[in-house]
């Protein structure tokens, strides 16, 4: 009998972020760099040229105060005005960026987007952030880095690359290496952490995930370990059985590690990222354009394994313990069914009357694996879980719940400080009754507030009474995907979170009044 021909899906080579460097030199005097990034603000309806950017102008022959006004620039931040050039050694474009009130958020704006500005072009010499603070500085080199991000998996390339290279003048790296290297870090994880979630679904299986994770250990130092389904089964692990048996792709749970040096005593926190690689509803099937961006329903587990590549190279010093629970949500004829009760890691049961709600299944067993054998002294979970966080928040705040008031407030600050707004909701007490279930410990699909009874449902695996563990439940089902290109986002998957995390996780004291 003929054997039939097979394919192997593999993913093409993907660009990589601008490479970053450090020049003392202001910007014009460069040489080789095709694009030139240079600051304004507006005072009093009145353009007011940034550090470097009239001596910049001067050299070129170009009145560039003239140029905003007949533009009627605004200053905001992330403005841009572009300028055709053609001078000597290959200068072709003139950006004029606006850096608004010169905050953080400003700056990785305008950073943003001087990388869609500059796509296509080999280099650019940028004096936008040579006068700002280092927490600015590290914001704009975060911008730069998202604002630049392509997927693309087209036979003959990507349609559009980012800049190879941008040299940040007026900036000697001696004084601003630290900022740098930050801004690396977390632009680094949150591109890992978009570039998970935008993969295809056809290679993106539990298994292929687990992959990613062995090799982000061996890149980063991490310890990796990983149940395969087998083991799971053995372990008790009847929430993440129960919602991958329905596929040809076995679920994984997922363990990274990270150990400070020096730092084997250090408290543990413990992120549990939600790994859904695609969710079809199960059963209780979605519809079809429900379905169309279910390859990113495991951005939460994207957020925990690009946090867990950065907390060393941010000299994290904490233990810190990533688990993602992985499967995918396929129909089949092994699939949940309405009706049916899985045992979770630990015993407590869970009759399962929407097969949609399964991302809190997986979550529930990590959770309760976490706080069974990991003494955390934080337990966060992450996940795109409930369609009504979107409804209550729109498609650019991330919601969370806390059982912990000092943990909440600083999670909330971290993503203000990250540019990954976070907003609390309740874990409001009079809805507990909804989750009652006939035959279970509770229901997975009871109805109400959807976002807040997803809430008290998991709130049970992170301990009750005396052996309660400080937990936040971030529900990021709001920013999932990005409906257009706006500022450090690009349309489609974010892999929103990693930021705010390592804001948080790299602080100068991330447990303080917590544990």
């Known amino acids: 009998m003929p054997t039939q021909p097979s394919t192997q899906t593999v993913l093409p080579p993907q660009v990589s972020p601008p490479a970053f460097a450090l020049s003392a030199l202001p910007p014009h005097q460069l040489s080789g760099v095709e694009?030139?990034?240079?600051?304004?603000?507006?005072?009093?309806?009145?353009?007011?040229?940034?550090?470097?950017?009239?001596?910049?102008?001067?050299?070129?022959?170009?009145?560039?105060?003239?140029?905003?006004?007949?533009?009627?620039?605004?200053?905001?931040?992330?403005?841009?005005?572009?300028?055709?050039?053609?001078?000597?050694?290959?200068l072709r474009l003139v950006l004029l960026v606006g850096v608004g009130a010169q905050t953080a958020t400003d700056y990785r704006r305008a950073g943003a987007a001087v990388a869609r500005a500059a796509m296509d072009h080999e280099s650019v010499a940028s004096a936008v952030a040579s006068e700002c603070g280092a927490d600015a500085l590290t914001a704009y080199v975060v911008g730069t880095m998202l604002g630049s991000f392509v997927f693309h998996w087209r036979s003959q390339g990507p349609e559009h690359e980012p800049a190879r290279r941008v040299v940040l003048a007026g900036l000697s790296g001696n004084d601003h290496a630290d900022a740098l290297e930050r801004g690396l870090a977390l632009g680094g994880a949150g591109w890992r952490s978009r570039m998970l979630a935008t993969v295809p679904s056809n290679l993106k299986s539990p298994q292929w995930l687990a992959e990613q994770a062995?090799?982000?250990?061996?890149?980063?130092?991490?310890?990796?370990?990983?149940?395969?389904?087998?083991?799971?089964?053995?372990?008790?692990?009847?929430?993440?059985?129960?919602?991958?048996?329905?596929?040809?792709?076995?679920?994984?749970?997922?363990?990274?590690?990270?150990?400070?040096?020096?730092?084997?005593?250090?408290?543990?926190?413990?992120?549990?990222?939600k790994g859904i690689t695609?969710?079809?509803?199960?059963?209780?099937?979605?519809?079809?354009?429900?379905?169309?961006?279910?390859?990113?329903?495991?951005?939460?587990?994207?957020?925990?394994?690009?946090?867990?590549?950065?907390?060393?190279?941010?000299?994290?010093?904490?233990?810190?313990?990533?688990?993602?629970?992985?499967?995918?949500?396929?129909?089949?004829a092994s699939s949940l069914r309405p009706g049916d009760v899985v045992a979770h890691y630990g015993g407590r049961t869970s009759e399962v009357m929407n097969t949609d709600a399964e991302g809190r299944l997986v979550l529930a067993d990590a959770m309760a694996y976490a706080h069974d054998k990991l003494d955390p002294a934080v337990l966060v979970d992450v996940a795109t879980l409930t369609g009504t966080i979107k409804v209550a928040l729109g498609q650019w705040t991330g919601g969370y719940f806390a059982n912990h008031d000092v943990l909440a407030e600083t999670l909330a600050a971290a993503g203000a400080a990250a540019g990954e707004p976070l907003w609390r909701l309740p874990l409001?007490?009079?809805?507990?009754?909804?989750?009652?279930?006939?035959?279970?410990d509770a229901t997975n699909a009871p109805g109400g507030p959807g976002a807040i009874t997803a809430a008290l449902f998991l709130q049970h695996f992170a301990g009750d009474g005396n052996a309660k563990v400080p937990w936040a439940h971030l529900d990021i089902a709001s920013t999932g995907d990005a409906p257009t290109d706006s500022f450090e986002w690009t349309k489609g998957p974010t892999g929103f979170g990693p930021r705010a995390l390592l804001t948080w996780l790299t602080g100068p004291d991330p447990l303080a009044g917590i544990a």
């Open 278 to 332: 695609f969710d079809s509803g199960g059963l209780s099937i979605k519809p079809a354009e429900g379905m169309a961006t279910m390859k990113r329903d495991m951005t939460g587990g994207a957020v925990v394994m690009a946090v867990m590549g950065a907390l060393g190279a941010l000299g994290c010093s904490l233990r810190v313990t990533g688990l993602v629970p992985a499967a995918e949500n396929a129909v089949g």
């Open 214 to 273: 062995r090799a982000l250990a061996d890149e980063t130092g991490l310890a990796c370990e990983v149940w395969d389904e087998s083991k799971l089964a053995q372990q008790g692990f009847g929430g993440v059985i129960g919602v991958g048996q329905g596929s040809a792709t076995p679920p994984r749970l997922i363990r990274l590690d990270y150990t400070p040096p020096r730092g084997r005593k250090a408290p543990r926190v413990v992120l549990v990222g």
């Open 35 to 90: 694009v030139l990034a240079l600051p304004f603000t507006v005072d009093d309806e009145t353009p007011a040229l940034g550090v470097g950017t009239a001596e910049a102008g001067s050299a070129l022959g170009l009145d560039l105060a003239a140029v905003l006004t007949s533009r009627r620039a605004k200053g905001t931040g992330g403005e841009v005005i572009s300028v055709p050039v053609a001078a000597q050694g290959g």
């Open 428 to 440: 409001e007490p009079d809805y507990e009754d909804t989750l009652t279930s006939t035959v279970a």
